[in-house]
């Protein structure tokens, strides 16, 4: 049986697709039934529409790739009345990943998803792609108390806070935000990373910085998955390069409940599917009858 | 349900010049002008990302692609030799609209010139070929059966006009011009062009997903900002902020 439980929810399974990286799922939809997910972390929200970065948004790099897309979306609004209403019809939790500048952003955005029908909140304050805000709030852990707190007033669903690995100290930041009200953690979001044009002597991205994601950074989001989880009560979902099935059973033998599934939906786009039939093979073959035989396990 | 990756053997390969390779596969479906496929030529993550790359013909089941061999995807597909598998996904994109009727320019900068082959067997009017390399022509013989006049520059000054392939092109001649190759030129040309003609352009930014999920490779526009990969590649310029 590969259900979980985070907060109040149901998983049917424990694979869910990261924020960013599976748009709202309309385009995956047509590849596969997104039905079958555990869950879907919808594209980073924000209150406002926003256009995103300007310059090149991509860089491919050794086992990864950094992105700069700057939360392009188009707005909480727009998204309740438009594809909320295409996921709503899919049997599979709907995780809205609310992002944001100021506080006051985030807030008004929380007030608006907590009315509408996605089953669960995820706050992204690790976000290295916005000038003011965002990745702000994921560094320090008393900012990330802070902001989850007057999330939490806010929001009777529950509540997931996406951690930052630049965060300067993983386990407080996790303790923090579970002492502020969190339901459950995800980590990791991108590493803020750096690549040069040596031609151009610039920086490839027009903001220098961007995010690092793919299968080059999974045994530094395992070591951070492990820590966390070993710490606090709530859940960890893992998150960072994951690619296979294999990997995903790393994340939960090193603690976490359920796991998201990033960039690699770019390299195939039912990837999830080869991930959730392989998990299923696996844990008949060791004959687990449930995940929680192997969580946190080493 | 749309097919996700499938897997095709490479049944003809050969170099059209030292750094541009040209392999067919097997393909039965509907292909456009204009649309791309994601490429993998290895197995397993590394390189992440697929590559996309035009369509440069389609014929007898048939699908041809060019590819510039420069970085460590495309190394990795020059490796390949017949009977060796590549994965596709595709065909993705809108393509170029078929005109008929019409006064065409296509203006092609180097690599550029793969998807306007296919589209000048697609179009009937008076075409007209620019093509501007950096040493050597390639794949323009075979644009003439399709085609009116043919226009060549090349930085070498090895065959055709020393110089820019935008020097040779008179727009007031033109009903419309179309245009795919490096965005210096693309935007050298849209000067030329701009009150005179229209220009259509097909835009080749950085991809990771290819099927408009990412926003990865999305422009500008005058109606909010579109991805060059689901609601390109190809754009009028007059729609472009650029
Ligand atoms: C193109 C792209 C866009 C992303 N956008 C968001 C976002 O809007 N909100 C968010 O919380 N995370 C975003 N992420 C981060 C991913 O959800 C994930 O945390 C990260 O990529 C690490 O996982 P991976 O290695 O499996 O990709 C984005 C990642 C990529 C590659």
């Known amino acids: ?298 | 349900m749309k097919n996700s990756y499938i897997h095709k053997k490479i049944i003809f390969k050969e170099k059209l010049a030292p750094n541009i390779l040209r392999i067919k596969v097997e393909y039965s479906g509907q292909v456009k002008p204009g649309q791309f496929f994601m490429i993998r030529g290895w197995s397993g993550v590394e390189p992440l990302l697929s590559r996309a790359i035009s369509v440069a013909d389609y014929e007898n089941e048939q699908i041809s692609f060019l590819i510039e061999v420069k970085g460590s995807g495309t190394k990795l597909i020059d490796k390949l030799g017949l009977g060796d598998e590549i994965s596709l996904l595709g065909p993705l994109g809108q393509g170029f609209n078929i005109e008929s009727g019409k006064k065409i320019a296509l203006v092609a900068g180097g690599i550029g010139i793969a998807p306007l082959l296919y589209l000048a067997k697609k179009m009937d009017g008076k075409v007209d070929l620019y093509a501007g390399f950096r040493e050597k022509e390639y794949l323009v013989e075979e644009f003439k059966p399709y085609i009116d006049e043919v226009h060549i520059a090349t930085d070498s000054g090895k065959t055709g006009h020393k110089g820019l392939v935008t020097d040779l092109i008179s727009p007031d001649k033109y009903d419309l011009v179309i245009t795919c190759g490096p965005m210096v030129m693309m935007k050298a040309l849209a000067q030329i062009c701009s009150g005179r003609v229209d220009l259509e352009m097909s835009l080749e930014n950085n991809m990771a997903c290819g099927i408009g999920a990412c926003m990865g490779c999305t422009v500008e526009t005058k109606t909010g900002m579109k991805t060059v990969c689901k609601n390109g590649p190809v754009f009028k310029e007059s729609e472009l902020i650029l």
């Not at chain 1, 709202?24 to 039905?35: A, K, L, V």
């Not at chain 1, 990837?271 to 073959?285: F, S, V």
């Open chain 1, 1 to 298: 049986m590969m259900e979980v439980a985070i907060g109040n929810i149901k998983f049917k399974n424990p694979i869910i697709a990261a924020s960013g990286t599976f748009s709202n799922g309309r385009e995956f939809d047509e590849y596969f039934d997104i039905g079958k997910l555990g869950g879907i972390a919808t594209t980073g929200l924000t209150y406002k529409r926003r256009d995103g970065n300007k310059g090149i948004r991509l860089y491919e790099t050794r086992s990864g790739m950094m992105n700069s897309i700057g939360l392009q979306n188009e707005g909480i609004e727009e998204f309740l009345q438009n594809d909320m209403k295409f996921l709503k019809e899919k049997s599979t939790n709907i995780i809205a990943n609310l992002g944001g500048g100021e506080l006051e952003e985030y807030i008004l955005g929380a007030k608006l998803l907590n009315k509408s029908d996605v089953d669960m909140i995820e706050l992204n304050i690790s976000c290295p792609n916005v000038k003011k805000g965002g990745m702000s709030y994921g560094i320090k852990s008393k900012d990330a108390y802070e902001i989850t707190r007057q999330i939490r007033e806010v929001v009777d669903k529950s509540l997931i806070v996406k951690l930052s690995p630049n965060a300067e100290n993983i386990v407080e930041m996790a303790l923090a935000c579970e002492d502020a009200g969190a339901d459950a953690v995800s980590l990791v979001n991108t590493f803020n990373a750096l690549a040069i044009d040596i031609g151009k002597r610039k920086a490839i991205f027009d903001n220098k910085t961007a995010g690092l994601s793919g299968p080059g950074i999974k045994p530094i989001a395992l070591r951070m998955v492990y820590q966390v989880a070993q710490n606090i009560k709530i859940p960890t979902i893992g998150i960072g390069g994951i690619v296979s099935w294999m990997d995903v059973v790393e994340f939960i033998m090193a603690g976490a409940t359920a796991v998201q599934v990033g960039s690699s939906n770019f390299i195939k786009p039912d990837i999830c599917m080869d991930i959730i039939t392989g998990l299923e093979e696996y844990m008949a073959r060791e004959n687990i009858k449930n995940l929680e035989e192997i969580k946190g396990i080493i």
